[in-house]
């Protein structure tokens, strides 16, 4: 309990401290006028209030990532609370902050196009396509696994095709309409339900006396029960990714960049968002080591569950909250992955209106790039959701690591700290390269191997990024042509 209270105290002062030094360093102007305003069409930019904004930023970056995820990360034992704090801290509220941040004085732009502004052209045209498959997977995976939650809610009746289709049109209309107009309305509804799941399964588990572990030198190894197929690092840090960092959510921040009404609002909105979605995967990952009695009880019963999480999810919420209690705490799930889902199709939108230079104001044009990407989210829903889970887990990952090394750039080039982000930029190139090396979705080598070929990787770029910052910096104070 002391390792898990401390963990939460932890992400507070992160917020408090940290932020305060992240948003010092990017040097946020309050009289700078914001897209919000400059560009208000009535659609896509379009003045809110700070709180609303908020709310949709966390709902948006919210999936099942900090709830499935931290499940499946606590499998390897307390190690995922250390991943979680210092993750988020440092990695992935660094992140969101600065993509957003970046999209603000960038007019809005998506990430794909702030990208290809400080890596090139080349990086700009993959970023484009990756980025828009990553929306499509997302929203492919939060289509599946809302309408199955859904469906065990209602005992199956009506059916889960039922709620498949429920779920898309949903997303179709948050896709196509204002973001005020659905978004912003319906949003405060999730946000409840996403907060009592919190809350409730806390207190649950405090109330009922559950034994968290604690993280201790002896309790830091790896306690997967295949240690071997499944090595701590860089597996722990690839299913543990919404609650630490994910590149999904830089895919988010510009939405809500074109919206934020003032500069020095961003800390609340960008990292704060990333802060209390720590919280909830801290939340997730204690229960999960909890409830069945430990780690090892847990590796137990994912297995014989065939490693659904969904399955530890329903149980802890309808033990711990009782019938009632755990259907507001199940829709509190379910409204989690929505409300990623549906602002992953309208990112997809914008972005492919971004390169393709599509005003969206006239709903013609936004039915010319919606309906395709609706027409392939719909054909994912019929592949294993697991094999879609994995790629979409390493993909995400391997956005936020361009995004770091996009950001690290951005802060040379203003003549900014760059090492808030070139560390933790070499830190995960480790991980998505020794990841696809070691997987078995990917090259599946030795471990000892694939550690080699990530870090000589990770090396290799932070030598070149160097080198670039040393130029960059003699050219100028005039120590050279």
């Not at 499998?75 to 509220?93: E, K, Q, T």
């Not at 988010?252 to 934020?260: E, N, W």
């Not at 590796?299 to 329903?314: D, K, T």
Request: proline content about 4%; charged content about 10%; aromatic content about 14%.
């Amino acid at each position: 309990m002391v390792t898990f209270v401390v963990s939460i105290i932890a992400l507070f002062l992160g917020y408090f401290i940290y932020g305060r030094i992240v948003e010092k360093i990017f040097g946020t102007d309050k009289n700078r006028p914001t897209p919000a305003y400059t560009m208000q069409d009535g659609m896509d930019y379009v003045p809110l209030p700070w709180g609303k904004i908020f709310l949709i930023q966390f709902l948006n970056i919210a999936g099942l990532g900090p709830i499935f995820g931290a499940v499946a990360g606590a499998m390897w034992g307390p190690s995922a609370f250390l991943w979680i704090v210092f993750g988020c801290i440092f990695g992935g509220a660094v992140h969101d902050f600065f993509s957003g941040m970046i999209s603000v004085r960038l007019n809005g732009l998506s990430i794909p196009e702030i990208i290809g502004k400080y890596l090139g052209g080349g990086m700009k045209q993959f970023t484009r396509g990756f980025t828009v498959i990553l929306m499509v997977l997302v929203g492919a995976v939060f289509i599946m696994g809302p309408a199955s939650i859904l469906a065990g809610i209602t005992n199956q009746h009506p059916g889960l095709a039922f709620w498949v289709i429920v779920v898309f049109f949903y997303y179709m209309m948050a896709t196509m309409l204002p973001i005020d107009k659905l978004i912003g309305r319906i949003y405060p509804i999730f946000g409840f339900a996403l907060l009592f799941m919190a809350a409730g399964i806390t207190i649950g588990l405090l109330a009922e006396g559950y034994r968290i572990p604690e993280i201790s030198l002896s309790g830091l190894h790896n306690m997967h029960s295949e240690p071997g197929k499944f090595p701590l690092f860089p597996m722990m840090f690839i299913s543990i990714a919404c609650g630490a960092i994910s590149g999904f959510h830089s895919t988010q921040s510009p939405m809500m960049a074109r919206c934020i009404k003032n500069e020095g609002l961003g800390r609340r909105v960008f990292y704060g968002a990333m802060i209390s979605e720590g919280i909830v995967a801290l939340i997730w990952a204690a229960a999960a080591m909890a409830f069945f009695g430990g780690v090892r009880e847990l590796n137990g019963v994912m297995n014989s569950h065939q490693g659904n999480a969904a399955w530890v999810v329903n149980e802890i919420s309808n033990t711990l909250l009782g019938k009632l209690g755990g259907v507001l705490a199940l829709l509190g799930v379910v409204a989690a992955p929505i409300t990623s889902g549906d602002t992953a199709f309208r990112s997809a939108r914008l972005i492919v209106a971004d390169f393709l230079n599509v005003k969206q104001k006239k709903v013609m044009n936004r039915l010319k790039i919606s309906l395709p990407l609706f027409a392939i989210g719909f054909l994912l829903t019929q592949v294993d959701f697991s094999i879609i889970w994995r790629y979409f887990a390493w993909s995400n990952q391997t956005l936020a690591t361009i995004v770091l090394w996009t950001i690290t750039v951005y802060l040379v080039k203003e003549n900014k700290f760059y090492w808030i982000t070139f560390l933790p930029a070499i830190f995960m190139t480790v991980v998505i390269t020794s990841y696809i090396c070691v997987a078995p979705e990917g090259l599946h080598l030795s471990i000892t191997l694939g550690y080699i070929i990530g870090i000589v990787c990770a090396l290799a770029l932070a030598v070149m990024f160097q080198v670039y910052a040393y130029r960059r910096n003699a050219v100028n104070t005039g120590q050279c042509a």
